[in-house]
T-cell receptor
Framework: SQTIHQWPATLVQPVGSPLSLECTVEGTSNPNLYWYRQAAGRGLQLLFYSVGIGQISSEVPQNLSASRPQDRQFILSSKKLLLSDSGFYLC?????????FGPGTRLTVT | DQQVKQNSPSLSVQEGRISILNCDYTNSMFDYFLWYKKYPAEGPTFLISISSIKDKNEDGRFTVFLNKSAKHLSLHIVPSQPGDSAVYFCAANSNSGYALNFGKGTSLLVTP
């Protein structure tokens, strides 16, 4: 069966510091991968998606970037965090219509 | 702009009764609709989906109804159980897109 891992589970970072969140998927090949953010009081917002290694599409211009160095690995990064980057970050994978989410990372920028 | 709307931020239902969660969408290109359930500090869990070629899909206690002319869908949970208490997100996408467009969620509380 497929599983999706995210780490860390929680993170507190100061403004201006870098960020790296990692997501890995097991049990499937060539999945589509996604990064979402849920800010307080808001729905889930798609940030990036990837249909293959090295292929990244950005949905929203922002302070973040994504990379896919391996088939089942998806990384979300920032060079300098902003207060507005605080939120709950979710990685997801799909091979059809449904998307399956990881456990999420709670990021607090102070 | 919000293309998927869940206008009720919260809903309280007694155990054993029916829970009805509603969702409206504006984009007529959407042809696939999903419901997710989310507990605090966890990722959303896929519940049930429906394609635009159907108007009803049922899975155990969960049924999703789609009214394409009204651009409206609903999730029915019967009978409701305390463990159903969570935030429910409606999502939609089109055959030509990868993104799932999510509503802001409805927080369901099922009381004993």
């Amino acid at each position: 069966s497929q599983t999706i891992h995210q780490w860390p589970a929680t993170l507190v970072q100061p403004v201006g510091s870098p960020l790296s969140l990692e997501c890995t998927v097991e049990g499937t090949s060539n999945p589509n991968l996604y990064w979402y953010r849920q800010a307080a009081g808001r729905g889930l917002q798609l940030l990036f998606y990837s249909v293959g290694i090295g292929q990244i599409s950005s949905e929203v211009p922002q302070n973040l970037s994504a990379s896919r160095p391996q088939d089942r690995q998806f990384i979300l990064s920032s060079k300098k965090l902003l207060l507005s980057d605080s939120g709950f970050y979710l990685c997801a994978w799909s091979s059809g219509g449904e998307q399956y989410f990881g456990p999420g990372t709670r990021l607090t920028v102070t | 702009d919000q293309q998927v709307k869940q206008n009720s931020p919260s809903l309280s239902v007694q155990e054993g009764r029916i829970s009805i969660l509603n969702c409206d969408y504006t984009n007529s290109m959407f042809d696939y609709f999903l419901w997710y359930k989310k507990y605090p500090a966890e990722g959303p869990t896929f519940l049930i989906s429906i394609s635009s070629i159907k108007d009803k899909n049922e899975d155990g206690r969960f049924t999703v109804f789609l009214n394409k002319s009204a651009k409206h869908l609903s999730l029915h949970i019967v009978p409701s159980q305390p463990g159903d208490s969570a935030v429910y997100f409606c999502a939609a996408n089109s055959n030509s897109g990868y993104a799932l467009n999510f509503g802001k969620g409805t927080s369901l509380l099922v009381t004993p």
